[in-house]
């Protein structure tokens, strides 16, 4: 079952990026124990995870099945041959593996440039365990810096959505898609907002007012939500712990 990727040039060398990446994304895979239910989180880090896990699956004989946050993921899983189950089959998860956008250093994230946030984060929040693998540029001192807020809005709702973003001192960008004209449509059915903010002095505190405004589906800031972060450097990887 291959062939929805892209095809990767032999003579295309892999840069630190890509390969603190793949790094991260093998560490990772480790954490993987037989018969787990996994997350399986969205987004190029992730991928390689993905991969990672499915070579583990079929070398080692491992029972897993996996709950994929996006049309992504399930390719992904089904191209690497990942049993894959459902949140009404499975509702508790061993362990999400999911990339991320921005992490600081209490280890909340900016997630959802890839558009999944919505469920991402439902499938974290199922997670007894929640494990980040991102490159080194992903880390940031406050969340926002440079970086939206990715926001999952009904389409219905969406210039009421705006105007209330907007009143909270943020510039506002409706996500448009490549390859397609108009708007990015998610994998369930909706607009993605990019919601600028600058530096974020309280992210909880925006969570939380962001949640009340009627139309928005989802926020990509994810807080308390990682308990570890692996992290790929030029030199190597290391590990970020909550608390
Ligand atoms: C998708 C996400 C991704 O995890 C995030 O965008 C990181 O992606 P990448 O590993 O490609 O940098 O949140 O919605």
Redesign the pocket.
Known sequence: MKGWGKWKLKHEKPNWKEKAKKAVAKEAAKHVENGFILGL??????AYAIKEIGKRIRRENLKIYAIPTSYQAMLQAIENRIPLTTLYENLEIDLTI????QIDKNLNLI???????TR?KIVASASKKVLII?DETKLTEKLGKNCPVPIEVLPFAFPYVKRKIEQLGAKTYLREANNKVGPVITDNGNFIVDANFGVIENPEKLEIILKNIPGIVETGLFIEMADAVLIGGKIGIKELRKG
Do not use: C, Q
């Open positions: 989180g969205s987004g190029s880090t992730t999911d990339g991320a956008d997630k959802g440039h890839g558009g999944a946030l991402e991102a």
